[in-house]
C-alpha cells in the first residue's frame, strides 16, 4: 500500500550523462519535495513544489531541476551528475495548509550511484 | 534561518534501558515538530508529531517526547528499548505560521543500537 512510490530504487549512472528520478503519490498531497541525504548526513532539502509553485532552496546547484506535470508526478533532472551527487534521494509530500503543514510521508528513495 | 541540533550521534544501549535522546531548534516563532525513524533498508517513517495542546506527546511504538517551549527543546524517550529499536532517529521542525513556508528542516540523525 505504498503510498509515495520513487522509481527506480537504485539507478546508476555515468559522470555527466543526465538522469531522471520520478516520484509519484496516491494521498492527492498539494506538496512535493525532494531531499538529497548523504550517508551519516540528515535529509538536505533540494526543493519543494506548493501545488504548481516550485521552491528552490538557496544552495541548490543549477545541476538540480524538477518538474511537476500534476499533483500525483514530480521528477528530478539531475543535468549533469558528479561524483558529488551519489546519494538517496527522497521524494516526500505533505498537506500544506494555513498555518502549517501535516506530516511528511516519505518514498523509500532513489540510491543514486555516478560512475 | 532555523537549525535542528541532535546532539546525541551514536547511542548504544542494552535492550530494556532507558531512552532519551536529545533535540533542540533555534526558531522562536510558532513551530510543528516531529520525530522520524529510519529502520536500516527502509523509508523515513513519522513517530510522533507536535502541532499544539499537551506538550507530551505519545507516538508509536511506545515513544514519546515534550515539547519545552522555555528550552526549544523536543526530546524523544522511551522507558524500555527493544533490540528491534536499532534504527537511525531524526527530530524535524517546521516553521508554522503561513502560506509559502513548508520547509522541513532535519536534524542530523542519531543512531541507536541496541544490544541483546
Known amino acids: 500500500d505504498a503510498m509515495v512510490i520513487q522509481n527506480p530504487r537504485y539507478q546508476v549512472t555515468q559522470f555527466g550523462k543526465p538522469v531522471t528520478l520520478s516520484c509519484s503519490q496516491t494521498l492527492n498531497h498539494n506538496v512535493m519535495y525532494w531531499y538529497q541525504q548523504k550517508s551519516s548526513q540528515a535529509p538536505k532539502l533540494l526543493f519543494h513544489y506548493y501545488d504548481k509553485d516550485f521552491n528552490n532552496e538557496a544552495d541548490t546547484p543549477d545541476n538540480f531541476q524538477s518538474r511537476r506535470p500534476n499533483t500525483s508526478f514530480c521528477f528530478l533532472d539531475i543535468r549533469s551528475p558528479g561524483l558529488g551527487d551519489a546519494a538517496m534521494y527522497l521524494c516526500a509530500t505533505s498537506r500544506g495548509t494555513l498555518g502549517g503543514l501535516t506530516e511528511a510521508f516519505f518514498g523509500q528513495g532513489t540510491r543514486l550511484t555516478v560512475v | 534561518a532555523q537549525s535542528v541540533s541532535q546532539h546525541n550521534h551514536h547511542v548504544i544501549l542494552s535492550e530494556a534501558a532507558s531512552l532519551e535522546l536529545g533535540c533542540n531548534y533555534s526558531?522562536?516563532?510558532?513551530?510543528?515538530l516531529f520525530w522520524y525513524v529510519q529502520y536500516p533498508g527502509q523509508h523515513l517513517q513519522l513517530l510522533l508529531k507536535?502541532?499544539?495542546?499537551?506538550?507530551l506527546v505519545k507516538g508509536i511504538k511506545g515513544f514519546e517526547a515534550e515539547f519545552i517551549k522555555s528550552k526549544f527543546s523536543f526530546n524523544l524517550r522511551k522507558p524500555s528499548v527493544q533490540w528491534s529499536d536499532t534504527a537511525e532517529y531524526f527530530c524535524a521542525v517546521h516553521q508554522g505560521g503561513y502560506f509559502g513556508n513548508e520547509k522541513l528542516t532535519f536534524g542530523t540523525g542519531t543512531r541507536l543500537t541496541i544490544i541483546p
Open positions: 526558531y522562536g516563532g510558532t513551530v510543528n
Open positions: 507536535y502541532f499544539s495542546g499537551d506538550p
